[in-house]
């Protein structure tokens, strides 16, 4: 590598990925489904034509007997009507989803929005935002308006939502003009509970008089925090938002986002024009993730190290800078026998589609991908979430391993976090084509990213921290489980410094971290010798540490402002807070890197479902396992949506021997129940 090399990083010559400057490319017409897979009312109506009545095979019999409103033919609704209208919340969260009660914080927002008022709800991934918004409409007279940004979501969604009996659809761009017509008819004659658009969508005037002639229920803006321009998942449509409530008087709206700043927060208030509305902000705090950052040396074959260390059957996203190395890793990672598969906006529509449909649908994947990725995946047990490159804020950190562990069970969220992370990011903010003010924002980001990745204290903490929210350290996370070493690094800092300054006062050169660090070590190269650099007085005084050992130096030096990249080819300067560090005048305490701390060494392998079951419960676990697994994919929808794991954990414990026995059994409603009992019942007694 030129100058601005770093070795530590193999995939510092890979262009950045323009996936990483936004959103999708295909934002309201990503990959179409899976070729081999053409939608539930296929499914269903090829079980009804190859197993005639009395003869369906058992995943069929056990099937909700349910057809998407978007994919039957324009007249048909097949889902009979539940008339929720002025019912308790309460009974119908037990009646449509199975649950007794509402999560802390859920039912105040729920009754809010029933009364009329407008919600603005902060929430975290996996904290039952959908609940808030799906219960009132189903109480309140119309049907509920859900903006998506993603198909992706909206799919999943209503696919979830029909398994309970909810009366749900969607419109956007993978729908031919009969099938959007037949949900239009449908919306129009009061038969949906809930429909789902995307933002563009509604910015066009057909759709709104559409809505307009119909009944709505109630408003929900989802993932709100994409209105906010400063944001890494910014859509212009969402600004169009703001005058939902002239366009529909009288109905309650909600934004809902997962991941929002005091900044952002007020930004969304401001821009979806909610001034009097009342706001939920739940905690952020995600106690069952553990966070893990490592420094980075080889970050594929410390990938592998991680994911090998994890439960066995583990599925997982892993998060790489470019589409370039999404494809290097995913390869490296198959060549290491794990089932990983590449995803990025550059592959062909339908491998994308293909990857996603198994992701979803398979236990044990890999996903390696972009952020391309994520925002519209609604996998419920995803065990964990791994960035082998440095995201570029917290927000997007947040966000990102929020997507592990959404059913409340154990997760981890790994990084490994590298010199070349630095430079590369401080380049690209220089040399982004945003004004001054811009670029402060980015480097603001890009700052509070890099003091999570340097803390020596709790991570959690760290993290919480920075949406405003104190908290105790959370004895979870790496710096908690095992406190990092700390050292006075003002002598190696001045070695540096006075190396850089040198360089440019008496030669006018500048170099990357590499060569500086050879000067300091006094290695003997042909380079150095050429230039002339064994001659200087600095040469050789920093033998005393280790190439890595300098590295780390270098990473934290830039993290904290003392050194500052350079140029096209991230050369090094000083920073800001170097001058006082030069003079002696500033502290430099530093971290002291101890590789593989992060508990990489493998452990024993087991099913992470099955970890939290009784050892006399984990065969009839299992078994229930591959009976929704084979629903499933009868059905051809992910395992989650027949049931998930806990609800499998809680049948296997409670060893059901009649209809009433489901009862109470959370995450089994009045529609899975007739849906599915039978079946539960008969796996159940067979092994008994």
């Keep these: ?215 709505l229920s109630v408003i929900a803006i989802d993932e709100a925090h994409c209105v906010s321009q400063w944001g890494h998942d910014f859509r212009p449509d969402y600004l169009a938002l703001g005058d939902l409530a002239e366009r529909f008087p009288g109905v309650p709206r909600m934004a809902l986002t997962a991941t929002a700043t005091r900044a952002t927060h007020r930004e969304l208030t401001e821009r979806l024009a909610l001034p009097d509305a009342k706001h939920f902000v739940a905690s952020f705090d995600r106690p069952n993730i553990q966070y893990r950052i490592e420094p980075k040396v080889d970050p594929r074959k410390q990938l592998v190290q991680f994911i090998r260390a994890q439960p066995e059957g583990s599925a997982g996203i892993v998060y790489a800078l470019s589409r370039k190395s999404v494809e290097q890793t995913a390869d490296y990672l198959q060549k290491q026998g794990l089932d990983a598969l590449p995803y990025h906006a550059g592959l062909d529509a339908g491998i994308r589609a293909r990857n996603q449909s198994r992701f979803l649908r398979d236990d044990g994947v890999v996903m390696v991908a972009t952020i391309a990725f994520g925002m519209g995946i609604d996998k419920p047990d995803v065990r964990f979430v791994a960035h082998i490159d440095l995201p570029k804020s917290v927000e997007g950190y947040y966000q990102e391993t929020g997507r592990a562990g959404r059913d409340g069970e154990p997760a981890v969220g790994w990084m490994a976090y590298g010199l070349g992370d630095v430079v590369q990011q401080r380049r690209l903010i220089d040399q982004s084509p945003g004004d001054r003010a811009y670029k402060m924002r980015m480097g603001q980001h890009l700052d509070a990213m890099l003091a999570l990745c340097e803390t020596v204290g709790c991570r959690r903490q760290n993290l919480l921290g920075y949406f405003g929210q104190a908290s105790d350290p959370c004895g979870n996370c790496d710096t908690c489980l095992e406190a990092p070493e700390t050292w006075d690094g003002l002598v190696a800092a001045q070695k540096l410094l006075s190396t850089i300054v040198r360089l440019q006062r008496e030669r006018g050169q500048s170099f990357g971290a590499g060569h500086l660090i050879d000067i300091l070590r006094g290695a003997s190269t042909e380079r150095i010798r050429q230039q002339g650099h064994d001659k200087l007085s600095t040469y050789g005084l920093g033998a005393d540490l280790s190439d890595q050992d300098w590295r780390s130096v270098i990473r934290q030096l830039l993290a904290g402002g003392v050194l500052a990249a350079q140029g096209e080819y991230g050369t090094l300067g000083m920073g800001e807070a170097g001058a006082a560090v030069l003079r002696g005048e500033s502290p430099v305490p530093l971290r002291r890197d101890v590789l593989g701390r992060t508990g990489s060494t493998p452990r024993t392998r087991k099913s992470p479902a099955s970890d939290a079951v009784a050892a006399g419960d984990r065969d009839l676990f299992e078994a229930l396992r591959t009976w929704r697994a084979s629903a499933a994919k009868e059905q051809g929808v992910p395992a989650y949506i027949v049931f998930g794991d806990a609800t499998l954990r809680a049948l296997a414990e409670r060893r059901p021997g009649s209809m009433a026995d489901l009862d109470g059994v959370s995450g089994i409603g009045a529609k899975k129940r007739e849906a599915y009992g039978e079946a539960v019942l008969a796996v159940v007694a067979a092994n008994g």
């Design 1 to 215: 590598m030129t100058d601005g090399g770093w070795s530590d990083d193999p995939y510092a010559d890979v262009p950045w990925d323009p996936d990483e400057f936004g959103p999708p490319e295909d934002i309201d017409a990503p990959p179409p489904p899976d070729p081999a897979f053409d939608g539930y009312a296929a499914s269903v109506a090829r079980a009804t034509r190859d197993h005639p009545a009395g003869e369906q095979p058992s995943a069929y019999r056990a099937a909700p007997a349910r057809t998407s409103v978007a994919a039957t033919a324009p007249s048909v609704l097949t889902l009979e009507r539940r008339d929720h209208l002025g019912a308790d919340p309460v009974a119908v969260l037990k009646e449509v989803f199975g649950y007794d009660a509402f999560r802390e914080g859920q039912d105040e927002i729920v009754a809010h929005v029933v009364a009329g008022g407008d919600a603005v709800v902060l929430m975290p991934t996996g904290g039952g935002k959908s609940i808030t918004y799906q219960v009132p409409a189903l109480v309140r007279p119309g049907t509920g308006l859900v903006i998506s940004p993603l198909i992706a979501l909206m799919h999943d969604q209503v696919d979830a939502l029909i398994a309970n009996g909810v009366r749900a659809a969607y419109l956007n761009s993978t729908q031919s003009s009969g099938e959007r017509a037949g949900v239009e008819r449908a919306f129009l004659d009061g038969e949906l509970d809930l429909l789902y658009v995307a933002p563009e969508r509604l910015s066009a005037s057909a759709t709104t008089k559409l809505l307009q002639r119909g009944t």
